[in-house]
């Protein structure tokens, strides 16, 4: 598959040399690739650019490998945006191409100051890639996009900046609601047991403990001993409810539950998160600020 895939690069490679790039009807065609940044591109766009995202809802972008038809997308767009590091981890390969044939690519995690970065010994980039659960990173990845179109596209510069700042004043909003609701469960109670750790920027922002029974990619396979350990931890910690997440598939989850009543103990599931992607298209949960609303107040009812 993945030689199929460099020929057919090969291919598209020299049908571009021959033809310039065009924008189509005098939109930006950007191809994306996380359903979050598939929102927040759309945010800022709006009707000036064409924006296609290469995942769906519940799709785990750790594992995710790119179609013929997916490269095929990435060679005819005027720009890349996507998460960074290594989140996409089986598309690098093909995103380093698409930089050495001259192709526009944006990663919004570039926003982000490395400092600011959880450390992941999981990731080729040495960092948690979770970025978007953090509302004030997100924000900054929100301007650096807007910038970077700006530059790319510059005769839409001031309606990119309009939108840009209209969805930066709605994470505002949503920063501001979601801290009343979380402030409702007492620090004791803030801790957030999950299939895999993609909450840890959250729990930084959100003062929670997050323990997640794989590791930060969904590409590690929870053992035995990983189940009994998180057993015996949400045995001593009380801890009332255990979370699935909708990209991941929920038998670790419930083999972590069967654990705990294996013991004399009792654990509920708490719902189903949404974690490396966001809901159906064209429900609430399908945006980044109707997912994060929908996260808190499912982690906040199930954990009082």
């Known amino acids: 598959m993945k030689k199929h895939l460099y020929i057919l690069i090969a291919i598209l490679t020299i049908i571009s040399c ?12 950007i191809v994306t690739t996380t359903t979050m940044i598939t929102d927040m591109v759309e945010n800022i766009g709006g009707d000036k650019v064409e924006v296609q995202g290469l995942m769906g809802s519940g799709v785990d972008p750790h594992l995710y490998k790119a179609s013929e038809g997916d490269v095929s997308k990435l060679f005819n767009a005027d720009v890349i945006i996507y998460s960074g590091l290594h989140l996409e981890g089986k598309l690098e390969d093909i995103f380093e ?3 050495k044939q001259q192709k526009k690519t944006i990663a919004v995690s570039d926003a982000i100051d490395k400092s600011g970065l959880i450390s992941s010994e999981y990731f080729a980039s040495s960092y948690d890639p979770h970025i978007w659960f953090h509302i004030g990173y997100w924000k900054q990845a929100t301007q650096f996009v807007i910038d970077e179109l700006k530059k790319i596209d510059p005769k839409n510069a001031e309606s990119f900046e309009k939108n840009g700042q209209e969805y930066i004043a709605k994470l505002e909003v949503l920063a501001t609601e979601i ?6 469960l007492p620090i004791e109670k803030r801790i957030l047991v999950t299939a895999h750790d993609a909450f840890n920027y959250f729990g930084k922002l959100h003062n929670f403990e997050v323990v997640g029974l794989q590791g930060l990619s969904t590409a590690t396979e929870a053992g035995v001993q990983d189940v009994q350990k998180l057993a015996n931890f949400i045995i001593e910690k009380k801890v009332k409810a255990i979370f699935v997440e909708s990209s991941v598939p929920k038998r670790t989850i419930e083999a972590l539950q069967a654990a705990v009543k294996s013991k004399g103990h009792e654990v509920a599931i708490g719902g189903t998160l949404y974690s490396d992607a966001l809901g159906n298209a064209g429900t609430v949960e399908g945006t980044y600020i109707g997912m994060y609303q929908y996260n808190v107040k499912t982690i906040v009812n199930a954990l009082k």
Do not use: D, W, Y
């Open 18 to 29: 021959k033809t310039e790039v065009k924008e189509r009807n005098g939109k930006l065609k």
């Open 97 to 99: 191409k698409m930089r």
């Open 179 to 184: 801290k009343a609701i979380i402030e409702t």
